[in-house]
């Protein structure tokens, strides 16, 4: 099984990989450049995948009530209609026609890679069971037994997402800094790299969809959430120990 994670990324997205056995990062402008390869077969993706028209996804609701104090950190999805739209007006009035509400200007700035995910999906539907949607938010707080206390934009909260990686056998760390010889931050932040890891820990060890039921949208695509088994259950204390 060859396992890629996924992370947007302000040069295009951030592809977490094994490479004659090291981790690393490779940046691409375009999803389909590493989507296409048929030799990536389980692919977790920080990108939403199912689009339903006329109702919300429940993954979004599952999400926040495992993630306490970082909850924020998952944002409403809009209806398909309104990832397609050409301006910000017109997408919030397609999704108050099919939702009843409008979407955030952060959900209308992810629109251009949502729709270009969809498309993808919709093109190759071998692409339905290999590529899975997954949150980093979420595979932190189940790896470090509760969600993470710092916010990964913070060098505290980068600290701590990268001692979790470490011990789950990925030296998120010298990634980093090798990183570094190749991409400027300004292309590429240290928590994309974090996120594009953790995903890539997610694909390569497997997982279970965090709805039993997921929503199907138009097009047959389900919307789900892929995160570790041990996610599903309940958190314990905060001085639960997670093991990888």
Request: some cysteine; charged content about 25%; glycine content about 6%.
């Amino acid at each position: 099984m060859h396992a890629v994670g996924v992370d947007g990324c302000r040069a295009g997205w951030a592809f977490a990989l094994e490479v004659s056995g090291n981790v690393q990062i490779q940046v691409f402008e375009r999803l389909e450049q590493v989507l296409d390869r048929p030799d990536l077969n389980r692919i977790a993706i920080d990108m939403p995948i199912g689009l339903p028209e006329g109702k919300d996804r429940v993954v979004e609701s599952l999400a926040r009530a495992r993630l306490g104090s970082r909850k924020a950190s998952v944002f409403n999805v809009p209806a398909r209609s309104a990832v397609y739209a050409k301006s910000f007006e017109e997408a919030c009035a397609l999704n108050v026609a099919a939702k009843g509400k409008k979407i955030s200007l952060q959900s209308w700035y992810l629109c251009p890679k949502i729709k270009e995910l969809d498309a993808l999906i919709r093109r190759d539907e071998t692409l339905k069971s290999r590529v899975f949607e997954a949150h980093p938010e979420l595979i932190f707080a189940a790896l470090n037994g509760s969600p993470m206390a710092d916010s990964k934009k913070r060098e505290v909260g980068q600290l701590q997402r990268i001692n979790v990686l470490k011990k789950c056998g990925i030296p998120a760390d010298r990634v980093v800094e090798a990183v570094y010889q190749n991409y400027r931050k300004s292309d590429l932040q240290v928590d994309d790299v974090l996120d594009a890891l953790v995903l890539f820990w997610v694909a390569k060890t497997g997982g279970q969809p965090i709805a039993a039921d997921a929503v199907i949208d138009e097009f047959g695509i389900p919307a789900n959430l892929l995160v570790p088994e041990r996610s599903i259950m309940e958190y314990g204390s905060s001085d639960d120990q997670a093991g990888c």
